[in-house]
């Protein structure tokens, strides 16, 4: 790689929006660059699934030659057009796999763009490829992908978070500046915590979720994931907005969010701890760059005040009931006939309920097949009220407890996560406590509210990226990304420059990470 693709790959997107625009550089050197990046360290990463090399440069080409042509073709240019950009696997798009980290999806192509993909295009942001994700986004690790685990650019022996681990660990690694996740249970804001990158779950109905394919539909939400605030301001306003083909699309511009960023302010404003959101069962590293976020913020004229969310603490149980349930009827469709793989049973009749039987036990993995059973039980007559039903009513608690914090704080913070990255292996053979890692951002996709974690900073004791929430109460998106920018630039500051510059640099040697590009 040469020394000027080096320094690109290096660039936040605004940065290189601002270079492609002065013509400093091309859309092709951009995509280039982080393509030899791919090259380079994704043997080791399994960030990606497919790279989508040609229609990346293609383009990447054409937003170059409307630059050179000048006049309206170079003015009607999006902002961010030939900054190329990640999508997670969940995502589809025409002309390259979808496979939800899933077997059962496996040489599966969409008919149809997702509507975020199809925004994507038409600001003419070059699409590098798709990266991986716990299968159906089911996880917090991406151990649970169908195609391998992704590993986390601090240390390849880590996770990188999940179920957006691909995504994340490809911003984090520099191979791509942006990229798209989703979040049902904390899958951008989880990962991005544990690699040391930037994740935002919008409103619920702010960024549309069709094409997003279906976890859990009430909880389902896509947003960006880039390495600075900004950067993630400016990527959510270009895939936001209504959309009528999902009907729960808000019809708020969400257009404040680039000037929320840019302002970064927050004197006079209330933040408020939520303190069933840390203390006990977070590291002591996490505690303490969380408190030392605190201070900063108070230091830049913040009042910081303590909130109590007492359902909180029924949060994971809710959500590990409504998640499944919705997961059960959403999975129904993978039934061999309308999509992707179909097994047919060894022996005895050809039913119909024989191959889809056959077709799913081949193609769900474990998690998929334990939460399919989980929610068709929560869902069955005689426990549908005890199970799903008091989960339902416990989600209402949440959202009030959230209105009521609200009241007494203009944004809520907390950590991310309760730990660091842990070793690949660790929690796989222990499903509670793999869950338990989303317990600080489960209640944001409860209550619908806007949720952004950034980096806050290195554990003591492991030398691991923390990750810090800040909560807003719904359509305030913007208010995330003006507290964000002013904890973001302190925190610059202390540390002399981005937190990823601390992170090892990766190297083409091989190991057993196992890409499958
Ligand atoms: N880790 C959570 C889960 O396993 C969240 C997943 C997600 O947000 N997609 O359900």
Known sequence: MTELNNELIRHSAADLAAKLATREVTAVEVTQAHLDRIALVDGQVNAFLHVNTEEALAVAAEVDAARAAGGSAAEELHALAGVPIAVKDLIVTIGQPTTAGSKILEGWHSPYDATVVKKLRAAKMPILGKTNLDEFAMGSSTEHSAYGPTRNPWDLDRIPGGSGGGSAAAVAAFEAPLALGTDTGGSIRQPGAVTGTVGVK???????????IAMASSLD?????????????????????????????????FNDLVAAARV??????????????????YQAGVENRFNESLQLLKDAGAEIVEVSCPNLKYALGAYYLIMPSEVSSNLAKFDGVRFGMRVLPKDGPMTIERVMGATRAAGFGDEVKRRIILGTYALSAGYYDAYYGSAQKVRTLIQRDFDAAFAKADVLISPTAPTTAFKLGEKLDDPLAMYLNDVATIPANLA????LSLPGGLADEDGLPVGIQLLAPARQDARLYRVGAVLESMLEEKWGGPMLAQAPELSSASTTAGGSN
């Open 202 to 212: 919008p409103t619920y109905g702010a960024v549309s979720r069709y094409g997003a």
């Open 221 to 253: 939400q896509i947003g960006p994931v880039s390495r600075t605030v900004l950067d993630s301001a400016l990527l959510q306003e270009v895939i936001g907005g209504h959309d009528p083909f999902d009907s729960t699309s808000l019809t708020d511009p």
């Open 264 to 281: 970064g302010n927050v004197a006079g404003m209330k933040i408020g701890i939520v303190k069933e959101l840390h203390g006990e069962g």
């Open 448 to 451: 619908g509210i806007p949720g």
